[in-house]
């Protein structure tokens, strides 16, 4: 392990990354600090030959540009959200990323699976936590902390080689490529509101975005995902309703903006009750789900269930290898070619 810490170690991390071909795997340990932005403390890299931890107290991240931003090397993360947008943060700008919590969803049925037990699983060795709550800003770092940053980055080049031995040989390996920045960028929010409010719900979002960068503040503390779920469901009534009903002080600024930009998007409420079509839907993707060991989220959401049954035939699982895992079955249950039952206790598909 070397820690990245002088002009002398980056430049050896700087040739080391130009002769890596094939991929890398990267950790960060941050904190982070009420109303702030995340504080990236480590980034880690392991190399075919090599594991670095680098300190960004100490040197500056930019040499790492071209590398992080190269389509022809992969970048292996696990649960590669937060750590993407954090380095983004810190002018890196991800290209190529591959995430074994994503893949593992393709492999198993369980979701957000977490790094522990993927190492578990496929090294079958049981990784000791007791730095994970270590405060990494401190300097000097002790080398235990070093020690277990590294770790992570090690065992991830391990879980990287074999899931994707296991995905080729279940012909999986490209199931979710073209899809996986979306998955990455999608937010949490997209999944509670309808389709049309999409296009509001991602002003108001880089509204924020932008604002939280320029204030310094984490996004959540500046607005609130509440307060834009809202806005998008019930409109500018809504907006102007708050502004005449509360006495604005951090507001003000935000729903001024999104009274602006509301006008051009009126409130469409998707209809989520009860429905019991979907909800045949819904036994016949856990039984295709358990068929396949894939997640159900990754084959079809309780959304694209309701937009199916409404005649909607754009929804992902009528292409694709969803198509064949679970589409098919789905058109002929509404056509009654299929039917569920029960079986020694159990609901059973007959076909």
């Known amino acids: 392990m070397i820690l990245v810490n002088s002009e002398e170690t980056v430049q050896k991390l700087a040739t080391d ?15 982070r600090e009420e109303n702030q932005l995340p ?22 991240l930019s040499f790492l540009r071209p590398f992080f931003s190269a389509k022809n090397l992969k970048k292996v993360f696990h649960c590669a959200r937060q750590d993407i947008e954090i380095l983004q943060n810190y002018g890196l700008e991800t290209k190529n990323f591959y995430d074994t919590q994503l893949y593992e969803m393709v492999l198993n049925t ?23 709550m270590s405060d990494w800003s401190k300097r000097p770092l002790s080398k ?13 080049r391990k879980v990287y080689q074999k899931q994707i031995a296991q995905l080729k040989k279940l012909r999986r390996e490209n199931w979710i490529d073209d899809e996986i920045s979306q998955l990455m ?5 997209e999944d509670s509101l309808n389709e049309a409010s999409y296009p509001l719900l991602h002003k108001l979002l880089g509204w924020r975005d932008e604002k939280s960068k320029e204030k310094k503040i984490a996004p959540e503390i500046l607005v609130s995902d509440r307060l834009i779920k809202s806005i998008c469901k ?16 951090d507001d003000k600024e935000f729903l001024d903006y999104a009274e602006t930009v509301a006008e051009d998007f009126p409130p469409e409420k998707f209809q989520t009750d009860r429905n019991p079509t979907v909800d045949l839907l819904k036994t016949l993707l856990n039984i295709k789900s358990k ?58 598909l007959y076909e």
């Open 291 to 348: 068929q396949h060991a894939v997640a159900p989220i990754m084959i079809a959401s309780v959304k694209d269930l309701f937009r199916f049954v409404n005649g909607d035939q754009s929804v992902k699982f009528l292409r694709g290898w969803r198509r064949d895992v679970f589409g098919n079955s789905a058109q002929d249950l509404l056509r009654g070619k299929i039917k569920l039952g029960i079986k020694n206790g159990e609901v059973v």
């Open 17 to 31: 990354l130009c002769g890596e071909q094939g991929f890398i795997t990267v950790d960060t340990e941050f904190i």
């Open 110 to 132: 369980k979701e957000n699976i977490s790094y522990q037990s993927i190492v578990l699983q496929y090294t079958n060795k049981k990784l000791k936590k007791n730095y994970g």
């Open 185 to 189: 960028e999608k937010n949490s929010l």
């Open 234 to 249: 019930k409109g500018i009534e809504y907006i102007r309703n708050l502004k005449n009903s509360r006495n604005l002080v």
């Open 39 to 60: 504080l990236l403390c480590l980034l880690q890299i392991a190399t075919e030959s090599e594991n670095y931890v680098i300190d960004p107290v100490a040197v500056d």
């Open 144 to 156: 235990k902390q070093l020690t277990y940053a590294s770790e992570d980055v090690t065992y991830l």
